[in-house]
């Protein structure tokens, strides 16, 4: 069952890499998922025509990373990446695709998250692991 889009909130661009790639970020805090979405255009495309690993590994880390995020509260918390696994399982071509990211464990300095990334079918692309870290603020002297 796809999830209600009335449960998620979009996230405006917050990092050059968000606004250069062009993906779209929504959250639910009911679930504690998050999800990148990317319409796939030629300039994602590597030579062979398919979408770049290195994009599908940016939007793995950042759904896993916005999840982690959410994981303390619901308030959007900083976080760090500190280690990311990937998997790439098929080929994505031009079309709709979303990755969902979910909390397996947060702690109060680490967090572990995965990452799946589907075609607009609904098909499995690539799934990711990650570690990040929280990071806390400087006290203002």
């Given at each position: 069952m796809p999830p209600?889009?009335?449960?998620?909130?979009?996230?405006?661009?917050?990092?050059?890499?968000?606004q250069l790639i062009g993906y779209d970020v929504d959250l639910c805090v009911e679930d504690g998922t998050a999800r990148v979405t990317?319409?796939?255009?030629?300039k994602?495309?590597?030579?062979?025509?398919?979408?770049?690993g290195g994009i599908i590994a940016m939007m793995l880390d950042a759904s896993a990373g916005f999840a982690a995020s959410l994981a303390r509260g619901g308030d959007l918390l900083p976080v760090l990446t500190v280690a990311l696994n990937t998997q790439?399982?098929?080929?994505?071509?031009?079309?709709t695709v979303v990755a969902t990211g979910t909390v397996?464990?947060?702690g109060r300095s680490i967090c572990y998250?995965?990452?799946?990334?589907?075609?607009?079918a609904?098909?499995?692309l690539a799934t990711g692991n990650g570690v990040f870290k929280y990071v806390r603020?400087?006290?203002t002297p």
């Open positions: 209600d889009p009335a449960k998620h909130t979009p996230v405006a661009p917050t990092s050059g890499a968000h990317l319409d796939v255009l030629p994602h495309l590597n030579r062979n025509e398919t979408l770049h790439f399982l098929a080929a994505a071509r031009q079309g397996k464990r947060a998250a995965d990452a799946e990334l589907r075609d607009a609904g098909a499995l603020k400087e006290p």
